[in-house]
């Protein structure tokens, strides 16, 4: 079993999740995997790494798929005993043009971007080693999205107790008041990338909660941050950040230093811990 440490990145083939293996392959030491669902797409972006001089390794991982995750997870536990660093990047946000209905775009955008991230949380994070970081990579879209949301749902989705449960019960709702057509009526905002979003930035402060009732002696860090408006194929050309600065806050994060005691289940955003 290698003692090396190892960081791994969800949905690292293009846009910020490349950006982030290329800092990381830059500032980490130990091993960096980039992870992509598609393993041609994935092997072209770490050769493109490699042609930069730098050392990333790849596994494929589809997030929306529990036993590729699993995979992962045996691989993991068996060549390096855990994890140190985890950013889950991995996302999917329709084109505000698209013409898929609204209840279709909830559903898909709510599988990938909460259920899958939880799914991998769920199954990664009890490999996450003492002095470990973990990164779930939200959006501003989520705060603006909860401040459009009633008033009964910020308070659920703000209050300090609020269990995984009652989170999934939650998102689940919304994708069914979708297609029955009283999302509006029943207090959402008109954003299923948003609230998909509330989900994993509160997920991320229930998981924190946990570390902390759970294994507070192994001072892992786990955050929630916004990478800004980033020129990816998802954000489009004309945003203000270039993938690689996009990519700092989550880096930061995921390199907060062995000794750091915060931030701890913060929504994080030019480095600076934004209020939720």
């Given at each position: 079993?290698?003692?090396?440490?190892?960081a791994?990145?969800?949905?690292?083939?293009?846009?910020?999740?490349?950006?982030?293996?290329r800092a990381?392959?830059?500032?980490?030491?130990?091993?960096?995997?980039?992870t992509?669902?598609?393993?041609?797409r994935?092997?072209?972006?770490?050769?493109?790494?490699?042609?930069?001089?730098?050392?990333?390794?790849?596994?494929?991982?589809?997030?929306?798929?529990?036993?590729?995750?699993?995979?992962l997870?045996?691989f993991?536990?068996?060549?390096?005993?855990?994890?140190?660093?985890?950013?889950?990047?991995?996302?999917?946000?329709?084109?505000?043009?698209?013409?898929?209905?609204?209840?279709?775009?909830?559903?898909?955008?709510?599988?990938?971007?909460f259920?899958?991230?939880?799914?991998?949380?769920?199954?990664?994070?009890?490999?996450i080693?003492?002095?470990?970081r973990?990164?779930?990579?939200?959006?501003?879209?989520?705060?603006?999205?909860l401040?459009?949301?009633?008033?009964?749902?910020?308070?659920?989705?703000?209050?300090?107790?609020?269990?995984?449960?009652?989170?999934?019960?939650?998102?689940?709702?919304?994708?069914e008041?979708?297609?029955?057509?009283?999302?509006e009526k029943?207090?959402?905002?008109?954003?299923?990338?948003?609230?998909?979003?509330?989900?994993?930035?509160?997920?991320?402060?229930?998981?924190?909660?946990?570390?902390n009732?759970?294994?507070?002696?192994?001072?892992?860090?786990?955050?929630?941050?916004?990478?800004g408006?980033?020129?990816?194929?998802?954000?489009?050309p004309s945003?203000t950040?270039?993938?690689?600065?996009?990519a700092?806050?989550?880096?930061?994060?995921?390199?907060?230093?062995?000794?750091?005691?915060g931030?701890?289940?913060?929504?994080?955003?030019?480095?600076?811990?934004q209020?939720?």
């Amino acid at each position: 079993m290698s003692s090396t440490p190892v960081a791994v990145v969800t949905g690292g083939n293009k846009g910020i999740g490349f950006a982030i293996v290329r800092a990381l392959c830059k500032q980490f030491t130990g091993d960096v995997y980039l992870t992509a669902r598609d393993p041609g797409r994935g092997q072209t972006a770490v050769t493109k790494l490699q042609e930069e001089g730098l050392s990333p390794l790849f596994h494929q991982l589809d997030i929306d798929n529990l036993q590729s995750i699993r995979t992962l997870r045996d691989f993991l536990k068996e060549k390096y005993g855990g994890l140190n660093v985890l950013v889950n990047n991995a996302g999917i946000a329709f084109k505000v043009a698209d013409t898929t209905p609204f209840a279709t775009q909830a559903e898909v955008t709510m599988r990938t971007n909460f259920f899958a991230t939880r799914d991998v949380c769920m199954e990664l994070l009890p490999l996450i080693k003492p002095h470990g970081r973990v990164v779930n990579v939200s959006s501003m879209v989520s705060a603006s999205a909860l401040a459009r949301c009633s008033q009964d749902l910020q308070r659920k989705f703000r209050s300090d107790t609020i269990t995984d449960e009652e989170l999934v019960k939650l998102m689940t709702k919304f994708v069914e008041d979708t297609k029955n057509g009283v999302h509006e009526k029943e207090g959402w905002p008109n954003t299923a990338y948003g609230v998909s979003k509330i989900g994993v930035t509160v997920l991320s402060r229930i998981q924190a909660r946990m570390l902390n009732e759970e294994r507070k002696a192994d001072q892992i860090l786990l955050n929630a941050c916004c990478p800004g408006w980033v020129r990816t194929d998802m954000a489009g050309p004309s945003a203000t950040k270039s993938p690689d600065e996009g990519a700092e806050t989550p880096v930061y994060l995921a390199l907060l230093a062995p000794g750091a005691d915060g931030p701890h289940g913060q929504f994080v955003s030019e480095k600076k811990v934004q209020k939720q």
